[in-house]
């Protein structure tokens, strides 16, 4: 019934509360209280709307006849029905299906109780005996308890209410052994109570400095793929691996329009030794456009940034520490370094089990691309030890492999965030944030580092921060960030229930009032 009682217009009826109560028992003596029976199905549902309720079984289609229970509507509906069912009846309020009968003594009260029992059977309302009690000094009515000496509340669900001048006591004292928001909300709900309980503990916990250093990682931010290049060789991404126990290195070389792949091996990871390997490179293959790599000190360094500008290269590092921006040449890394551990199981050589496996990766099909990264580069099949045609036909390259391209790329970015629980950032430039500390110590370090930083610019979750001490600027991807929250003060009632929270400066939290 969900989408049907959204279509559904509901009546507006008044079910009766406490205050409306009051004024009726207050010279009561005794009480008795009545229980209808499968209530909501004593009205019958007219034929135009039986349709709506239909529900599937394995014996066939069945509908309803009667008001079912899950109808949005059916309270106030069988409120207002009840209500002029015992309109002429003294000494009786219902509040649903439940009828409180109630007199100045005995005689009143069961002349009251008979009447009413008469007018139920006179309408064929069933009640349920159990649930039935009669003659009472006291009974239970609508969360209160109902007797001779008045209306009071019940003892179960009572709670003190803080005034506003003790709250930050209350909440600090909460908050000792630093719980989470939910278990902070749940230890106040059992014992107290003022308006917007629930917010201010949330927002103590969102403000206290050591939970958010020891705090576990931000969500990250939704997946941006890389757009496809106009054609191969144009935007390319390297990467280091190793060392392995022979002590060598393997540079890795991955063309992201066609998911070409070369690799390099070496003793030695200087800035001059990386050099020499891709001018290696670019004498057969041509200067790319833009190289993209990690923030190693070889990448980084002035005569790695020298090189790339004279060959009128762009070079992009990565974030540090997140090494995902280079997602596809991290993904080759796993994938030889698979290959590599397979080589020692069988004995092999690994130099020679890694040139079988690139003879293998560049003649292969790419789940994405749907052809071989040697097609696409080389315009032509790699010769290997399968039997091939010899006629081989030139590849029409464009369109089908973009479109292929796109469409596994959205659905892959669709899973990952889901599965990541990705959120957009929303830190935006002035804010102040803690950084992940990214060398712990021990079990005891803390997650993230006690000085603030200022969020100088913020693009895509690219993040450039500056130490608030010691003015030093630094780059971190959003997931290594937490925002610092400030100070919270609980407002009075009245400004309390605006929503609104200030700092020890007095300042509006502006993510309040967006």
């Known amino acids: 019934m969900r989408r049907a009682n959204t279509a559904i217009q509901r009546e507006n009826h008044p079910l009766p509360t406490i205050e409306e109560l009051l004024p009726k028992v207050r010279e009561a003596k005794i009480f008795s209280k009545l229980d209808i029976r499968d209530a909501f199905h004593h009205?019958?549902?007219?034929?135009?709307?039986?349709?709506?309720?239909?529900?599937?079984?394995?014996k066939g289609l069945y509908r309803y006849k009667r008001m079912m229970f899950g109808i949005s509507c059916a309270p106030e509906i069988f409120q207002k029905t009840l209500e002029r069912i015992l309109l002429g009846c003294e000494g009786v309020i219902n509040f649903i299906d439940d009828i409180l009968i109630f007199g100045k003594d005995l005689l009143e009260h069961d002349l009251r109780l008979k009447k009413v029992l008469a007018v139920l059977e006179e309408n064929n309302m069933m009640l349920r005996e159990d649930k039935c009690i009669y003659r009472m000094k006291k009974v239970h009515f609508l969360g209160h308890e109902l007797s001779e000496l008045g209306v009071k509340p019940l003892d179960k669900g009572t709670k003190i209410v803080i005034p506003t001048k003790l709250r930050k006591r209350v909440l600090e004292a909460a908050h000792e052994g630093h719980p989470g928001i939910v278990a902070m909300k749940s230890r106040l709900r059992t014992k107290v109570w003022?308006?917007?309980?629930?917010?201010?503990?949330?927002?103590?916990?969102?403000?206290?400095?050591?939970?958010?250093?020891?705090?576990?990682?931000?969500?990250?931010?939704?997946?941006?793929?890389?757009?496809?290049?106009?054609?191969?060789?144009?935007?390319?991404?390297?990467?280091?691996?190793?060392?392995?126990?022979?002590?060598?290195?393997?540079?890795?070389?991955?063309?992201?329009?066609?998911?070409?792949?070369?690799?390099?091996?070496?003793?030695?990871?200087?800035?001059s030794e990386i050099i020499e390997m891709l001018k290696e490179i670019f004498s057969r293959l041509g200067n790319p456009v833009s190289l993209t790599s990690d923030n190693g000190r070889q990448f980084s360094s002035e005569d790695f940034k020298s090189f790339c500008a004279e060959r009128n290269i762009r070079l992009y590092n990565n974030i540090p520490y997140w090494p995902k921006q280079n997602g596809e040449v991290e993904r080759q890394n796993r994938d030889i370094l698979k290959r590599l551990k397979i080589s020692q199981v069988e004995k092999k050589n690994w130099k020679e089990a890694l040139q079988e496996y690139m003879v293998m990766y560049n003649s292969?099909?790419?789940?994405?691309?749907?052809?071989?990264?040697?097609?696409?580069?080389?315009?032509?099949?790699?010769?290997?030890?399968l039997p091939m045609l010899q006629d081989i036909t030139h590849l029409s390259e464009g369109l089908e492999m973009r479109d292929r391209d796109k469409e596994l790329k959205e659905k892959g970015k669709e899973y990952a965030d889901r599965k990541r629980g990705a959120t957009n950032c929303e830190l935006e430039v002035g804010d102040k944030v803690y950084v992940k500390n990214m060398t712990k110590q021990n079990k005891l370090s803390l997650n993230y580092e006690p000085e603030t930083h200022t969020v100088e610019a913020n693009k895509g979750g690219d993040v450039i921060l500056r130490n608030d001490e010691t003015g030093q600027q630094i780059r971190r991807n959003v997931v290594h960030l937490k925002r610092v929250e400030g100070q919270w003060k609980v407002l009075d009632d009245e400004n309390n229930a605006s929503g609104t929270q200030t700092n020890d400066n007095g300042d509006v939290n502006q993510s309040q009032l967006e």
């Open 43 to 58: 009205i019958e549902l007219h034929t135009d709307s039986r349709h709506i309720t239909t529900f599937i079984t394995s």
């Open 364 to 385: 292969t099909p790419h789940t994405v691309t749907g052809k071989t990264p040697a097609e696409l580069f080389f315009r032509r099949q790699f010769r290997d030890k």
């Open 194 to 271: 003022w308006p917007k309980c629930d917010k201010d503990a949330e927002n103590i916990c969102k403000a206290c400095k050591g939970c958010i250093l020891v705090s576990a990682p931000s969500a990250p931010n939704p997946l941006k793929r890389r757009n496809l290049p106009s054609e191969p060789w144009v935007d390319i991404a390297i990467d280091l691996m190793g060392p392995l126990p022979s002590g060598d290195y393997i540079l890795v070389v991955v063309d992201y329009y066609t998911r070409y792949k070369e690799v390099k091996t070496c003793r030695t990871i200087t800035s």
